[in-house]
């Protein structure tokens, strides 16, 4: 049988885990004055342009503006690919990236920012040779980290 005491501990650790409970959230800005903004990951669609919030780590999700000539995966358009996580040791945290490898192709101005942490690092692409993008595999200096507890990530389309 539990004492009061032990009952007691075990609420406040339980407390003291849910208040530190992991989120991330996604916003979207769409300047274009057409297109959907859209969030995908493992093939299931997240967002049509509204906020996403997630209740734990955000891993291998994508983004992009549909404009009618994207395909599912963003095929054909510009790419936002993200993991927002909170770092468990030095450099496991989130990571955002712009994606040009084909079949991805400039489409629109794009651009992400991380706020609720890791404020002003982020990355803009405005034409189909700009140098923040992936261009290839190998581009891996173009990767945005952050390594802040329950970033969150706006991405901007037209800007």
């Known amino acids: 049988?539990?004492?009061?005491?032990?009952?007691?501990?075990?609420v406040l650790v339980t407390a003291a885990i849910?208040?530190?409970?992991?989120?991330?959230?996604?916003?979207?800005?769409?300047?274009?004055?057409?297109g959907t903004?859209?969030?995908i990951?493992?093939?299931r669609v997240l967002s049509t342009g509204g906020d996403f919030t997630s209740n734990g780590p955000l891993t291998a999700a994508i983004a992009y503006l549909q404009t009618g000539s994207c395909g599912f995966n963003g095929e054909g358009c510009t790419l936002v690919e993200t993991t927002l996580v909170n770092?468990?040791?030095p450099g496991?945290?989130?990571?955002?990236?712009?994606?040009l490898i084909p079949p991805h192709a400039f489409s629109?101005?794009?651009?992400?920012?991380?706020f609720n942490g890791c404020n002003g690092a982020g990355a803009d692409c405005?034409?189909?040779?700009?140098?923040?993008?992936?261009?290839?595999?190998?581009?891996?200096?173009?990767?945005?980290?952050?390594?802040?507890?329950?970033?969150?990530l706006a991405i901007t389309f037209c800007d």
């Not at 208040?19 to 057409?34: D, I, K, L, R």
């Not at 496991?92 to 994606?99: A, K, M, N």
């Not at 629109?108 to 991380?114: A, L, N, W």
């Open 1 to 10: 049988m539990l004492s009061f005491a032990s009952v007691f501990s075990l």
């Open 18 to 34: 849910g208040v530190q409970a992991e989120t991330h959230t996604v916003h979207f800005t769409n300047n274009c004055g057409f």
């Open 37 to 39: 903004p859209t969030l």
């Open 41 to 43: 990951q493992g093939g």
């Open 87 to 89: 770092p468990t040791s």
């Open 92 to 99: 496991s945290g989130s990571s955002t990236d712009l994606s």
């Open 108 to 114: 629109v101005t794009s651009g992400f920012g991380y």
């Open 126 to 152: 405005t034409n189909a040779n700009c140098p923040t993008a992936f261009h290839n595999s190998n581009d891996n200096s173009v990767q945005v980290a952050c390594q802040a507890d329950n970033v969150n």
